[in-house]
């Protein structure tokens, strides 16, 4: 106790992304009564919520959170302006001190996902992407933000690119939307 309150126990847990959920930072406090949040930081959906629920009541909250999250998350890609600030929330997490100068979606990639101009810092990623899940856009934009540090596909390039979270998944979504397009002979990401 400190000055006759008690101090709010918060804990705070960490869990990869799955297949159906993003990474996730799950922080249980017992100042929150009511109240259950959801926001992304860097990559990772931070969810809030009060210590006294738990087992299956917790385990339905998170669900409902991360859903109603990702619903939002996904819209955000739908502008350049979300793309640039998507890019800028994932350079320090995955890269680090990156910054690129443009990020917009173009009309004019028909047989790539997303191209970087090294030199003059500007990412462009294919409007064929522009439904595509976040987390599918977020590991081609982490991909195209290592070309701002290593312009070529080396083994120092996929060392850090292979730091985006879902990337397997993200390439096999690629390849099965190549395929529907009959694009079955479309380059892979690591290819671009």
């Known amino acids: ?60 909250m998170i669900d409902w959170l991360v859903e109603r999250a990702s619903r939002s998350h996904r819209t955000i890609h739908q502008s350049d302006q979300g793309l640039l600030e998507r890019a800028l929330d994932l350079a320090p997490s995955y890269i680090g001190d990156v910054t690129p100068t443009s990020v917009r979606f173009v009309a004019n990639q028909r047989t790539r996902w997303g191209s970087c101009s090294s030199g003059t810092g500007e990412i462009r990623i294919t409007d064929r992407l522009r439904g595509a899940p976040g987390w599918v856009l977020d590991v081609v934009l982490i ?28 390439e096999a979504f690629l390849s099965g939307l190549s395929f529907g397009e009959g694009r079955a002979g479309q380059q892979p990401l690591t290819a671009d």
């Open 143 to 170: 991909h195209e933000l290592c070309h701002l540090v290593h312009p070529n596909h080396s083994p120092a390039f996929h060392e850090l690119a292979d730091r985006a979270p879902k990337r397997i998944e993200a």
């Open 1 to 60: 106790m400190v000055g006759g309150k008690r101090r709010p126990v918060v804990m705070t847990t960490f869990a990869d992304a799955t297949l159906t959920r993003p990474a996730l930072e799950l922080r249980v406090s017992s100042r929150r009564v009511k109240s259950a949040t959801a926001n992304w930081r860097a990559g990772r959906l931070v969810v809030m919520l009060p210590a006294h629920l738990n087992g299956r009541e917790r385990e339905q």
